[in-house]
């Protein structure tokens, strides 16, 4: 019921925006928005804003770039910056610790050998892989596999399937789990077995106790991640690391002869490595690399380990993946009828690779193979990187097949079908029960996330102890991006329409951020106002609260003059309503939005606060009642509480109370929590590095603020 009464107040907005600047129809009718003169309704001004500013970004990398190519030199100070960025983005990488690997299970193929490995990329945190081995006496090079995004992760056909066509060319091929996937899910639930968050039928799963799928997992995972200034994408690439040493350690592998090579999610990691690890040799990315224009313009950003925070306002596009490792060898691999990653970008991407090679006179370097095929790790695919590693591993071109020929017409279907795994998940375990998380004194990501999140707590401490309150300030305002605190900025809001309630002025204002982006408010002005007033945010729409009878109305009965004004992204210019609902709404409707702001160094606790700064400085210039006010209240709930309080502690002097209800209190409890509800807008890359939410309630004054009803990080109050 309650869904129902939010979709129709939403529709209600959409349409009822048309009428502003006619006649008011009703009285009580709240809506304030139109679409903007170009013609965009309310709910995608704010994606169209960021778009506009991931464009700007981009267009400037572009114009870097060419006159970057121009230089060798410049071109080498290109990578090196790159690559330097990137590792500061992903928080550095761990230390290297014991690997305690072993071999748990043997099996005999047709014309190769498998082995079943777990070891520890960190203390008590094991990966699962299989190493695919030639029947031929080693030493061989060897090849790692990132998995793509398979719920059975290396046991997937098309993952066996690249491993023995390698092994069977004279290569090694170690295929292994990512987090949260095959064996290495880490938010199981032994109460029950698996059902999809909405209810819908049960979908197949490598373990019963499965309680969340694949991407999902990742993005929860990457939720806490960000809180630290890390990203998840930290562990997938430490364990791609690790897979490498444990590969060069055996004396059957050639340590100088390493090749990399993984699919779709896989292919995100194989261009993570081999932009990071100069062991690599040669590498082959399968179905991801694009321009992030062209991703940006059709799916959009995807899940957590594929947005690294600011690379995109840096000047780091996918191509920079290539780039990064040039000249040495990458064949880049890509379906034509690819829906997910855009082919057209993967050719303009494969034509700045080639330019940057050739520069470097290494043309020779950079291959595409782009068979007329959907997303995936197609027959084809899998030749043409068998190839590839055959090529520049054991220095001979060879015309690798996997069946011995393609018939000259075939359907999607009928190439699936050549493809069978040869082993079953349960034949592939590496794990007694199938699942590292039931191992006895297994460490989840989350519980590393924990620990590194306690650790935080007491190094900033004393530094943060030690900051004069201006310093402190200065410090939020950069670690949430906010406008510079001495910004003097006149806010542009303008007065649409106005109507009576007994005893009340009501206004409808509008706000412009920008003229892509306009944000609405409802001022109560009462005619016995006394110079108190209250900035009133809700985190659902400024007119959730404001029915006659209301809580906005007792405070304009008490002489308030209150207005009720949303964030961006909150009520009338609330995103996603054109988009399925992603990971069944548990990181909110407007993770997209979230993580293309992420792309390009922003944070949504920082862009509201902006917002929050500018409705301040309108109420308070006394423009509702022609006379200053005397007396600031700021209330706010539920997603507008964070970016209030941020406010509150940049500004202190200006709020006589500060209400903050249905808030979660810490930011520490989402990075320590297993599974969290609807957290994208509110974490913030690396705060938790500086400071954690009850740090700027002492930095307002505890006798200033009053937090109701806190939330946990699932969105339900809290009961004591």
Not at 112 to 140: C, D, M, Q
Not at 221 to 232: A, E, F, H, K, R
Not at 493 to 514: H, N, S
Not at 545 to 573: M, Q, S, Y
């Amino acid at each position: 019921m309650k869904g129902d009464m939010k979709t129709n107040r939403m529709l209600k907005a959409v349409f009822a925006s048309l009428l502003i600047g006619a006649e008011i129809a009703a009285a009580d009718d709240l809506a304030v928005l139109r679409p903007t003169a170009a013609g965009v309704a309310p709910g995608r001004q704010l994606e169209f804003w960021l778009k506009n500013e991931f464009y700007q970004r981009v267009d400037r990398r572009s114009a870097a770039f060419e006159k970057m190519i121009k230089s060798e030199s410049a071109g080498r100070a290109w990578q090196a910056e790159r690559k330097a960025f990137f590792l500061r983005q992903l928080g550095g990488l761990p230390e290297r610790t014991p690997l305690n690997a072993r071999v748990v299970g043997r099996l005999e193929g047709k014309g190769y050998r498998l082995e079943k490995i777990l070891f520890e990329s960190r203390p008590g945190h094991h990966v699962t892989a299989n190493l695919y081995l030639p029947e031929s006496a080693g030493p061989w090079p060897g090849v790692i596999v990132p998995c793509g995004h398979s719920h059975d992760g290396k046991a997937a056909v098309g993952y066996q399937q690249v491993g023995i066509l390698l092994a069977r060319n004279g290569m090694a091929a170690m295929c292994y789990d990512p987090i949260g996937q095959g064996e290495r899910y880490q938010m199981l639930d032994l109460t029950r077995e698996y059902q999809t968050f909405d209810g819908s039928p049960r979908t197949k799963v490598p373990h019963p106790n499965v309680h969340v799928l694949c991407t999902a997992e990742h993005t929860m995972m990457g939720m806490g991640s960000i809180l630290l200034g890390t990203n998840v994408a930290q562990y997938r690439i430490w364990d791609g690391m690790r897979a490498i040493d444990y590969l060069q350690g055996r004396p059957d592998i050639r340590a100088d002869k390493i090749g990399c090579t993984g699919n779709s999610g896989g292919g995100t990691l194989t261009a993570y490595l081999m932009a990071l690890d100069d062991r690599i040799v040669a590498a082959a990315p399968v179905c991801y690399l694009t321009t992030f224009r062209r991703l940006i313009d059709s799916n959009g950003a995807q899940d957590a380990e594929q947005n690294i925070f600011g690379q995109i306002d840096f000047g780091m596009d996918e191509a920079d993946y290539v780039i990064m490792r040039a000249p040495q060898p990458t064949l880049i691999l890509a379906g034509t009828r690819d829906v997910t990653f855009d082919f057209r970008g993967t050719w303009e991407l494969f034509l700045e690779a080639k330019r940057f090679y050739s520069r470097l006179g290494r043309s020779e370097g950079v291959e595409i193979n782009a068979p007329d095929a959907p997303h995936g790790y197609t027959l084809q695919q899998r030749e043409a990187a068998a190839r590839w590693m055959h090529r520049w591993l054991l220095g001979a071109d060879k015309l690798v097949r996997e069946v011995d020929s393609l018939p000259d017409a075939f359907t999607d279907d009928q190439l699936r079908a050549m493809s069978t795994g040869d082993w079953t998940q349960e034949q592939l375990y590496c794990t007694p029960k199938g699942q590292v998380m039931l191992m006895p004194g297994e460490r989840s990501v989350f519980q590393i996330n924990a620990g590194i999140a306690a650790s935080l707590r007491e190094t900033r401490r004393t530094p943060w102890g030690s900051l004069s309150a201006d310093a402190r300030r200065q410090l939020v305002q950069k670690t949430i991006g906010a406008m510079p605190l001495d910004a003097r900025t006149e806010p542009k809001v303008e007065i649409l329409a106005t109507f009576e309630r007994p005893g009340c002025t009501i206004r409808k204002l509008v706000l412009t951020v920008d003229e892509r982006l306009l944000l609405p408010a409802i001022a109560f002005v009462p005619s016995n106002h006394r110079g108190h007033a209250t900035l009133y945010l809700h985190g659902t729409s400024m007119a959730a609260d404001a029915a006659p009878g209301g809580p906005i109305e007792k405070l304009v009965n008490e002489g308030h003059v209150v207005l009720a004004a949303e964030l961006r992204g909150i009520g009338e210019t609330e995103t996603g309503h054109h988009k399925r609902d992603y990971g069944y709404g548990r990181f909110g409707r407007d993770n997209q939005e979230f993580f293309l702001a992420y792309l390009i160094g922003k944070s949504f606790v920082g862009m509201r606060a902006d917002d929050v700064r500018s409705w301040t400085r309108f109420l308070k210039s006394g423009s509702l009642t022609g006379a200053t006010l005397t007396e600031l209240h700021l209330t706010a709930i539920g997603e507008a509480a964070i970016p209030a309080l941020h406010v509150a502690a940049l500004h202190g002097a200006d709020d006589r109370s500060v209400t903050l209800r249905q808030m979660r209190p810490s930011w520490e409890s989402v990075v320590t929590a297993t599974e969290t509800f609807d957290q994208a807008v509110n974490v913030v890359h690396g705060a938790l590095k500086h400071y954690d939410l009850a740090d700027l309630v002492d930095v307002v004054g505890r006798e200033k603020v009053a937090i109701e009803d806190p939330v946990d990080v699932m969105g339900k109050v809290k009961t004591f």
